[in-house]
């Protein structure tokens, strides 16, 4: 695999001289209680066809009625990803026969989707790229099969869950790419609450369709469809491996077939579903049990008003009015709740800064290590705002904040009572500064020499000397004043 | 009281004065179709159950509890609706022994208001049909001369009217479906706006084009059933949320104003003599009842059959899809599963469980909607259907009602006519145009041909004016000539 | 016309199994059927949106609220074969 790329002109990388060309489409479970045309419950942990009533298993005569949340989430996301919505929007029936589709179709929608033309901006380092979105669709999702050799089993819980079909433009040139780009579309609809994003559970699958062409060459390349891909690392892998098979192929004299094929993460290749014989005929038409969908412009103007800030806005704030570095804002921008625990500790403290440090370093730490969510952190947001607080005052000094700040992730106290209990508080008080100043200085009389001699270099000794006669308490600033009015005397 | 002449109003009244039970009503009726069904083959299934609930509604009643407008009436239901606990077969093998945990909202809304379900009505095969021959549990004959059809596809709700096996009975109508066996029976038959009354629970054929309706004695029970069937259901999305008229209450005779239209496409027909001397003299009633006759125009009406066997057939064969041997319903007998492919499950399956004329519409449909052939049929359809609409729409500005034969002729003998697909599809020319333009139609009873065939007159109204429509069949109903030439009511030969 | 292969195709399409002789049948009145139907292709639609519903119905939309009419056994009452609580069929893959 040649990993040192060279890049062509628009900056895409170039694979033995060829450059890929991909489009995702994600599907996006949407978060609703009930799914989106009849009133089963959707939750992922149920028994084995729970979920299920005579409208979501195509029972004789059941109809589909359009859940009004799924429309919603579907809005805001296509909002959020600076679609046009359509005012009339249109479910269609795709027909074909599979154990696993109730009715012998799926509904969705074909040639009037809700959501049209948007895009997303990724970040690739220092670089940014904006990927086209060519639509955004509603569809229900079919069940799931359970395949046991001699026969297959089948469990509706699944069929009949809201799912966002959003399509990117084949815009992207680099593994690294797709896997930012769907990254970024988790980032959108975690912001926007409309799904949990959770990729193994499946409420946020990647289909890839990759195809290679030569350095210069017009037309695309046949491509290929890579399914199943549960995690961003998958999708980057998969399309990494893909890329180089289909430059063997080419390379080999041979062509490429348009199929689908699935990733095996154990042995890292991907491999070919049966290719269908014939060409499918999904005989799509408007699904007469459903009206279109109708939205005016004042309904789509409210969804509108009741967007969150996205991550990019929000990237660009945190630099702009709180002073945080690109780095900084990136990393607290990623995931809403970490930007919402941010946001809450920095206007509690008003030292947007400190907030930042501590979260990066000493909190993402500990939540890592312990695999806790930032909304369950022990230490809530109030209680990492008073810390902030009582360092700035100079109740304690920023090293003895580090032991507070490990006893209240322990304890889930409050810094106050720590430093209370523990008796840590910073020691500011001149007089008993002085008192443990002049000991040391008469303790050691060589040194005291040395830096009245010019060495000043000791005065690094002094300090040590006079934090570890204090436990660490005494206040630094006061310490180094006086030690030098004491020197220099 | 004599119950197989009286009024739903009338037994409703004596059942909540408790001069007569739900269960003596109930077991007159078993009794009646116990005893007659078997000249007619009207029902597919009987309720077993349906004395207990009778006695339910005997009891609720001795116990002051309210009890809807239908209180103790014997029902007969089309078996495309399903029932709750009770066979529904859509008069299909591959549904042969399907029992719904759930009740269509027309059965739902008809148990609330106090009617007993006696059992479900023979049907074509998925209502794919207009004789009652394609059903897989047999033919239904025609009450009036078992030789004949009772038309369809609710023939065996039509015939259990006429019989009086029941007191009313519930069919669909998707292209004449409850209007041709009404007219070939001698009966009431409604079909309601499109949106009028909720679809769900009604194994679809045509979800653009299906609607339930009351097929009854008179036009009274049919405006009471109406109005305890229609209104919207958060159950079908494509019900109106309009409120529903007290149809009863606000039925008129008075044709005074009126304005009946007579479309002149009509008369290029080639009409059975008897069904012209009928229609005409339909025409002189109303006149003489100061109604005004105008002449109107729907040069699409021409178009009707085309069009709706396209648009019907493309969406059948979407919505039989589902008929597939894995959730319910009919699989073929496989010795093994671990050997088959999936292919040869699903059709064998279903070639074994459809019969001839619903698999011949699923191929017509899935041919209209493959690629290729989807704008030449199914789209161009769709797009005449909207012109259709629109030629409807302004003929509605100039007249209340169109008067029209229901049929070209009385009811055919079986057999007579199945065996040419387009011959057969050629019948419904007066009946599809109304299901395409979504509006209401009904079929009253007037006269009879000189065999004896009874024969109707049809009334198709504007959207959701259904009761202007009936309020004209209630005037046609009382100079209808239903007589013999000795003045007494005529009754079928099965009564 | 419709020929008997071009019929096999529709019936794979559909799902449904037809015997040569059944075939030929279809063939020929499918053929005939569309051959009298071809005369919607006539009237001009230049333009025309298609219709789907025909009389006016308001948009309708439902809560987002779950619940379940019915018990899994009631969903699985009617199933021509089960595996515990699922569906059974030929394998698949």
């Given at each position: 695999m040649s990993t040192n790329l060279q890049t062509n002109n628009v900056g895409a990388p170039i694979y033995r001289g060829f450059e890929a060309v991909i489009g995702i489409e994600v599907h996006v479970q949407l978060k609703t209680k009930s799914k989106i045309f009849s009133t089963d419950a959707t939750n992922f942990d149920a028994a084995d066809n729970e979920n299920t009533t005579p409208v979501s298993v195509g029972m004789p005569g059941t109809l589909p009625v359009l859940n009004r949340k799924a429309i919603e989430y579907?809005?805001?996301?296509?909002?959020?990803?600076?679609?046009?919505?359509?005012?009339?929007?249109?479910?269609?029936?795709?027909n074909y026969f599979y154990p696993d589709l109730p009715k012998g179709y799926q509904i969705s929608q074909y040639d009037k989707p809700i959501c049209e033309n948007g895009s997303v901006e990724i970040t690739l380092g220092e670089r940014k790229k904006k990927i086209s979105i060519t639509r955004a669709h509603l569809e229900e999702d079919a069940g799931k099969s359970i395949h046991l050799g001699d026969y297959t089993l089948i469990n509706y819980n699944r069929a009949g869950i809201p799912l966002l079909e959003i399509v990117s433009g084949p815009e992207m040139s680099s593994p690294q790419e797709a896997a930012e780009y769907a990254k970024t579309i988790r980032q959108i609809v975690r912001y926007l609450d409309v799904c949990d994003g959770n990729l193994e559970e499946g409420s946020l699958r990647c289909d890839c369709n990759v195809s290679v062409r030569r350095v210069g060459a017009e037309a695309l390349g046949t491509k290929v469809e890579l399914k199943n891909l549960n995690s961003f690392r998958f999708v980057e892998k998969a399309i990494e491996y893909e890329i180089d098979r289909q430059i063997d192929e080419i390379e080999s004299g041979r062509a490429i077939i348009q199929e689908t094929r699935l990733y095996d993460p154990d042995k890292n290749r991907t491999f070919s579903m049966r290719t269908k014989e014939n060409a499918q005929d999904y005989r799509y038409f408007p699904d007469p049990d459903l009206l279109p969908i109708f939205f005016d412009e004042s309904q789509i103007k409210e969804y509108r008003s009741l967007l969150p800030e996205l991550p990019s806005v929000r990237v660009k704030r945190f630099q702009a009015a709180l002073g945080l570095s690109e780095y900084d804002a990136q990393i607290l921008t990623a995931e809403k709740e970490v930007a919402d625990y941010f946001e809450a500790v920095s206007e509690k403290s008003g030292q947007p800064k400190t907030a930042a440090n501590w979260i990066t370093t000493d909190l993402m730490r500990e939540l890592n290590a312990a695999k806790i969510d930032i909304s369950k952190s022990p230490i809530t947001p109030?209680?990492?705002?008073?810390?902030?607080?009582?360092?700035?005052?100079?109740?304690?000094?920023?090293?003895?904040?580090?032991?507070?700040?490990?006893?209240m992730w322990k304890t889930q106290n409050s810094a106050d009572s720590i430093i209370q209990e523990n008796g840590l508080t910073q020691v500011s008080d001149t007089s008993v500064i002085e008192k443990i100043i002049d000991e040391i200085l008469a303790a050691n009389p060589s040194q005291v020499a040395e830096y009245r001699a010019g060495k000043t270099k000791v005065f690094g000794f002094f300090v040590g000397a006079v934090m570890k006669a204090s436990k660490g308490q005494a206040n630094p600033d006061t310490a180094n004043q006086i030690l030098k009015i004491k020197l220099e005397s | 009281m004599q119950l197989t002449e009286a009024s739903f109003k009338e037994v409703r009244d004596a059942v909540l004065k408790k001069e007569i039970s739900a269960v003596e009503i109930t077991k007159h009726f078993l009794t009646r179709s116990e005893k007659l069904n078997p000249q007619l083959n009207a029902y597919i299934t009987m309720n077993t159950e349906a004395l207990a609930e009778a006695q339910k509604i005997d009891q609720r009643i001795a116990q002051g509890e309210a009890v809807g407008p239908l209180a103790g009436i014997s029902f007969g239901i089309k078996d495309l609706l399903c029932t709750r606990g009770l066979k529904t077969t859509a008069g299909s093998k591959i549904l042969g022994n399907f029992i719904p945990p759930y009740d269509s909202t027309v059965v739902r809304r008809l148990k609330n208001a106090g009617a007993i379900v006696l059992g479900k009505m023979n049907l074509d095969e998925f209502a794919m049909g207009s004789s009652n021959e394609t059903s897989f549990f047999g033919k239904c004959h025609n009450p009036?001369?078992?030789?004949?059809?009772?038309?369809?596809?609710?023939?065996?709700?039509?015939?259990?009217?006429?019989?009086?096996?029941?007191?009313?009975?519930?069919?669909?109508?998707?292209?004449?479906?409850?209007?041709?066996?009404?007219?070939?029976?001698?009966?009431?038959?409604?079909?309601?706006?499109?949106?009028?009354?909720?679809?769900?629970?009604?194994?679809?054929?045509?979800?653009?084009?299906?609607q339930a309706g009351p097929i009854v004695s008179s036009i009274e029970d049919a405006a009471l059933t109406l109005e305890v069937i229609s209104g919207h259901d958060e159950n079908d999305s494509t019900t109106s949320q309009k409120t529903v008229p007290a149809f009863s209450k606000n039925l008129s005779r008075n044709m005074k104003g009126m304005k009946i239209g007579l479309l002149k496409e009509y008369k290029t027909g080639e009409l059975h003599f008897d069904i012209t001397k009928t229609f005409e003299r339909a025409i002189e009633e109303l006149k003489k009842a100061g109604a005004e006759i105008v002449e109107v125009s729907v040069p699409l009406t021409e178009f009707a059959v085309p069009m709706y066997y396209l648009i019907a057939a493309s969406e059948a064969s979407s919505n039989l899809a589902r008929y597939d041997g894995v959730k319910f319903g009919y699989r073929a007998d496989?010795?093994?599963?671990?050997?088959?492919?999936?292919?040869?499950?699903?059709?064998?399956?279903?070639?074994?469980?459809?019969?001839?004329?619903?698999?011949?519409?699923?191929?017509?449909?899935?041919?209209?909607?493959?690629?290729?052939?989807?704008?030449?049929?199914?789209?161009?359809?769709?797009?005449?259907?909207?012109?259709?609409?629109?030629?409807?729409?302004?003929?509605?500005?100039?007249?209340?009602?169109?008067?029209?034969?229901?049929?070209?002729?009385?009811?055919?003998?079986?057999?007579?006519?199945?065996?040419?697909?387009?011959?057969?599809?050629?019948?419904?020319?007066?009946?599809?145009?109304?299901?395409?333009?979504?509006?209401?139609?009904?079929?009253?009873?007037?006269?009879?041909?000189?065999?004896?065939?009874?024969?109707?007159?049809?009334?198709?109204?504007?959207?959701?004016?259904?009761?202007?429509?009936?309020?004209?069949?209630?005037?046609?109903?009382?100079?209808?000539?239903?007589?013999?030439?000795?003045?007494?009511?005529?009754?079928?030969?099965?009564? | 016309m419709i020929d008997p292969e071009a019929i096999q195709n529709i019936a794979k399409l559909a799902r449904l199994k037809v015997t040569a002789e059944e075939a030929a049948e279809l063939g020929e009145q499918l053929t005939k059927v569309l051959a009298h139907f071809q005369q919607i292709s006539q009237i001009d639609t230049a333009g025309v949106e298609p219709l789907v519903t025909p009389s006016d119905i308001d948009f309708y939309t439902r809560p987002d609220v779950a619940h379940n009419p019915n018990t899994t056994e009631e969903i699985l009452q009617n199933a021509p074969e089960k595996g515990g609580n699922l569906f059974k069929v030929p394998p698949v893959v």
């Open positions: 579907a809005i805001k996301t296509g909002l959020a990803l600076g679609c046009e919505i359509r005012n009339r929007s249109v479910f269609s029936r795709k109030q209680a990492l705002a008073e810390l902030i607080n009582l360092i700035e005052k100079g109740v304690i000094s920023g090293k003895i904040a580090k032991t507070v700040f490990a006893e | 009036w001369n078992t030789n004949h059809v009772p038309g369809g596809s609710s023939g065996g709700s039509a015939a259990a009217q006429a019989s009086r096996l029941v007191m009313g009975t519930i069919g669909t109508d998707t292209g004449g479906s409850i209007r041709q066996p009404a007219s070939f029976c001698g009966v009431v038959g409604v079909k309601p706006t499109y949106g009028r009354i909720s679809r769900y629970g009604i194994v679809a054929y045509a979800s653009s084009l299906d496989f010795k093994d599963l671990s050997s088959l492919s999936l292919d040869d499950f699903y059709s064998q399956t279903r070639g074994e469980g459809f019969g001839k004329e619903v698999k011949r519409r699923i191929m017509l449909g899935t041919y209209c909607l493959s690629s290729g052939y989807y704008d030449a049929y199914y789209n161009k359809a769709c797009q005449v259907r909207r012109l259709l609409r629109e030629q409807y729409l302004e003929v509605f500005k100039t007249c209340d009602a169109i008067l029209s034969p229901v049929t070209t002729s009385p009811a055919f003998k079986i057999g007579e006519r199945s065996s040419d697909a387009l011959k057969m599809y050629l019948n419904d020319i007066f009946t599809t145009a109304t299901n395409l333009a979504g509006l209401p139609g009904l079929s009253v009873p007037f006269g009879f041909s000189e065999q004896g065939l009874p024969i109707g007159i049809q009334l198709t109204g504007a959207h959701f004016e259904e009761q202007k429509i009936l309020n004209v069949a209630y005037a046609l109903e009382e100079c209808a000539q239903l007589t013999n030439a000795n003045g007494q009511k005529r009754i079928p030969d099965v009564y | -």
